[in-house]
């Protein structure tokens, strides 16, 4: 039983935040001025529709390019079940589970600042789904990332009016089948919250969010496992130290630099004479390749701060002001930039992770070729680099922006759009190929290092190399190696 909880408020959300709510199986609370401000929006929309005379899009219009055609009060809240329902039209394979409890929170988080002009049941009925675990079927594609992620946010919002599906306790099950079982009423919609719910940047948001997760925890593993390659290669220190890198002034990099010289400090292979005057770049220039993505990581945490706590739907309620102003919020243009500049960093980490793979087993060095003994009848390491390669090459593919595309839809109301859901899918895809190239490297790097006993690395890399040990052996002679490539996938993953 969950007891522990986050109180949602309009003070911003941070990245940290949600990984504690995601890490500790936190429960969701509204903060009195949540309810407070969600409550005054929606009494004051229910005021203007009271006047018969204004026309509100999406309110009491139709959609897209049917803006301009009015519907009758009677119809208004048939008006929002329909949008839910017509929306539906995601495909392809569903979307991880934490990608849509992410979807959920961030959802939550937009609609309880106010400006949405839905009623307080709606955002409560999210929190229910959010507490309970409950996850709406989700599909990959669908969203152009303009008008919001439509297609997904439909088939999250399914859920709420007991119309779809979803993964409730290892099993999927109808959404009005659980809701029943906790004795929970469906959402009934009223006007404007089909719509509300609909538009929005979440799926993106979500795919980001996840992406920079899993991105901020990798990083810690690319520091140590790069040192150990850089130990088991026989490297310099020299280009690690300080004064170079303030030369260049990169933050990133210099970041990069002091880790690896504090977690080589105390190795007794850096004593070794006789060591190359320099070396290849994917080891020399670990702090420009790793610091340049480490500085563009920091500039994706500051631009998904600003937009997972953004109200991104359309049109936007100002009780305040006493206006109701359509616009744009929903465009995913800064996020989708910002999640190709980020796929483009990611990507280089896997790329150079992958070149000092095979100077690793190039056979120089006092390294046996492949890193295995009598090489000839065995070929070690061989095809792994293969296959860190076409992870590489995979990557590249995906290194193409998506926001550099747009596609002309309804009827050419929507003539320009980000395809941030793509960018999305794709960055989260380069991150966990990321992971399975660095599980590949640590493999290689510690095979390496049996060959450099009784030489020991420093003390942190001699315990983590211990723990690795208890995971993924030493290999003599030729085995299966899939097995063993996902044992050391498993000791770098770290869930969320």
Avoid at 191 to 212: D, I, P, R
Avoid at 267 to 277: A, E, Y
Avoid at 365 to 387: A, D, H, K, V
Wanted: aromatic share 8%.
């Amino acid at each position: 039983m969950k007891e522990l909880e986050f109180i949602i408020s309009p003070d911003k959300l941070t990245l940290t935040d949600i990984k504690n709510i995601l890490s500790k199986n936190l429960n969701l609370q509204l903060s009195k001025n949540s309810i407070e401000r969600i409550k005054k929006n929606r009494d004051f929309l229910d005021r203007k529709l009271n006047s018969k005379d204004q026309v509100f899009y999406g309110i009491n219009t139709g959609f897209g390019s049917l803006c301009d055609t009015r519907i009758s009060e009677n119809d208004l809240q048939k008006l929002q079940v329909n949008l839910v329902r017509s929306h539906a039209c995601g495909t392809g394979k569903e979307i991880d589970s934490k990608i849509v409890k992410l979807m959920i929170l961030i959802k939550i988080n937009a609609l309880s600042l106010g400006y949405s002009g839905v009623h307080l049941k709606t955002v409560e009925k999210l929190i229910f789904l959010f507490n309970n675990d409950i996850l709406p079927v989700v599909f990959e594609s669908g969203s152009l990332g303009a008008s919001g992620d439509l297609a997904p946010l439909a088939h999250l919002s399914l859920a709420l009016i007991g119309e779809g599906e979803v993964n409730f306790k290892g099993s999927k099950k109808a959404s009005k089948d659980v809701f029943d079982s906790f004795g929970e009423s469906v959402l009934e919609l009223d006007s404007k919250e089909g719509l509300a719910l609909l538009n929005g940047t979440q799926f993106m948001s979500a795919h980001a969010t996840y992406a920079y997760l899993k991105l901020d925890s990798l990083f810690n593993w690319i520091h140590k496992i790069s040192a150990l390659s850089i130990d088991a290669f026989n490297c310099r220190l020299s280009p690690f130290d300080k004064k170079p890198h303030l030369l260049r002034g990169f933050k990133g990099q210099s970041q990069c630099a002091q880790q690896i010289l504090e977690i080589l400090e105390k190795s007794d292979l850096h004593q070794i004479d006789g060591k190359s005057v320099q070396d290849p770049y994917s080891f020399r220039c670990i702090p420009q390749v790793h610091g340049a993505s480490l500085d563009v990581l920091h500039d994706f945490e500051a631009k998904l701060t600003i937009e997972i706590n953004a109200v991104t739907d359309n049109p936007l309620v100002f009780n305040q002001e006493d206006e109701i102003i359509s616009a744009g919020n929903f465009h995913g243009q800064p996020i989708a930039m910002a999640m190709d500049f980020m796929a483009i960093a990611a990507a280089e980490l896997g790329s150079i992770s992958e070149r000092r793979i095979y100077k690793l087993i190039s056979g120089t060095r006092g390294l046996p070729p492949f890193l295995i003994e009598n090489p000839g009848l065995n070929s070690g390491f061989m095809i792994s680099q293969y296959t860190a390669a076409s992870l590489v090459s995979k990557n590249k593919i995906f290194s193409h922006p998506a926001s550099v595309d747009s596609i002309e839809s309804s009827n050419g109301q929507e003539d320009h759009v980000s395809m941030g859901s793509i960018a999305g899918v794709k960055l989260v895809e380069v991150v966990e190929n990321i992971k399975r190239i660095l599980s590949i490297e640590l493999m290689t790097a510690a095979q390496a290092m049996e060959f450099r006993r009784p030489r020991k690395t420093s003390p942190e890399l001699e315990l983590m190399l211990s723990e690795f040990r208890s995971k993924v052996p030493y290999i003599e002679k030729d085995q299966v190696m899939y097995t063993l490539m996902q044992k050391s996938e498993e000791f770098i993953s770290e869930e969320l």
